[in-house]
């Protein structure tokens, strides 16, 4: 994987410290764990950042589904960071799922061949019936040695909201160097016209006051990227790929009215009927569950009162008007008129 990531309602922050059970009990949702600090008055070893593997992980009791992972080495030894979102929601929900993401970061270092749990971020955006947009922020997570001191500082941004407007979403920036945690919080900047932009907030806590000056400067430009970032339509890379994997270049079509849907990468191409023009939809939100996959979409225009919601599932379906089959069945939803139809072979 690339050495860059990718993730307003229920916030459960959680710090890499030791905490005793009473600590605990002042906070249900805390669960932290404390890096151990090595020696550092040994040589500075040079950083060695080296492509992550899934199957690195195997084994490793993690909740979710890895999304994105780092393995490095510095003065205290082979270190792996592994990324994992778990996202629940309610079968029953017509339209937008009804969702919740959970984001989690593993932090192990390699002792005697076997990977061995240093910490623990978790965080969760849950209780969403629109746009689930909580995520990790795959530009953002880096592995650098700023100070030079052979000790690598892990850096990652996330991102939580639930909107079905153009609103801002909050983001996190968190850094580390062993035991020692930076923050930057604040939320993504939003255009709303000539005239009106919202969000652009950031507070650098004081932790950087204390740090080598690097850090501060660095954490902050990471910052102000990830607020410019185009967020408003961005499903998680990890997600879009299997689909793409499957659906890329498939024709949906339906009967009366003949409407069709043509998948390309990140869009698609709707005609409602014969004659009709043919407009773009971006994909804004993509769940993955079990046999099928469900997507919203948005005219480029941004008019989201014509909003798509499709579900495209592993289904023999026929077109109710001859008795070809077909692999895929395909639900349609547009300002409250559902459609059905049928997805072709490639």
């Known amino acids: 994987m690339k050495n860059s990531i990718i993730v307003t309602a229920v916030f459960l922050l959680l710090f890499w410290s030791c905490s005793s059970p009473e600590e605990n009990k002042k906070n249900d949702n805390a669960d932290s764990l404390k890096t151990e600090t090595q ?21 490793l009791k993690l909740d979710g589904e890895i999304v994105h992972g780092e ?38 270092i390699k002792n005697v061949g076997k990977y061995e749990l240093q910490g623990e971020e978790k965080d969760a955006q849950g209780d969403c019936g629109f746009e689930n947009r909580a995520r990790f922020m795959e530009e953002a997570v880096t592995i650098t040695d700023l100070d030079k001191n052979g000790h690598a500082e892990m850096t990652f941004v996330y991102r939580l909201g639930c909107s079905s ?15 020692k945690k930076f923050t930057i919080s604040g939320n993504t900047n939003v255009r709303i016209n000539a005239n009106l932009e ?37 499903p998680r ?23 069709d849907i043509k998948i390309h990468d990140g869009y698609l191409i709707y005609t409602s009927n014969i004659g009709e023009p043919k407009i773009r939809y971006n994909i804004a939100e993509l769940i993955e569950h079990e046999n099928e996959y469900r997507l919203d979409a948005i005219p480029e225009d941004n008019d989201r009162r014509l909003s798509l919601y499709l579900t495209i599932e592993k289904k023999e379906c026929n077109d109710g008007m001859s008795d070809k089959k077909f692999p895929y069945s395909v639900k349609l939803s547009q300002q409250g008129n559902e459609r059905h139809g049928c997805g072709k072979q490639k």
């Open 165 to 179: 407007e153009a609103s801002p979403d909050d983001l996190r920036l968190i850094m580390y160097e062993n035991d």
């Open 39 to 59: 020696n550092t008055e040994t040589q500075a070893v040079e950083l060695s950042v080296s492509d992550f593997k899934v199957e690195m992980a195997a084994g």
């Open 198 to 234: 919202l969000g652009g907030e950031m507070k650098t806590s004081a932790d950087f006051d204390n740090a080598p000056k690097e850090f501060k400067t660095y954490a902050e430009k990471i910052m102000t990227e990830q607020q410019n970032h185009n967020l408003w339509w961005n």
């Open 71 to 108: 393995t490095w080495t510095d003065n205290r030894g082979e270190n792996m960071l592994v990324f994992t979102e778990k996202q629940t929601y309610d079968d029953e929900v017509e339209g937008p799922a009804f969702s919740e993401y959970a984001l989690h970061v593993y932090h192990y």
């Open 237 to 259: 890379l990890f997600v879009m790929q299997r689909f793409l994997k499957e659906h890329l270049n498939r024709t949906l079509i339906g009967t009366e009215p003949f409407w």
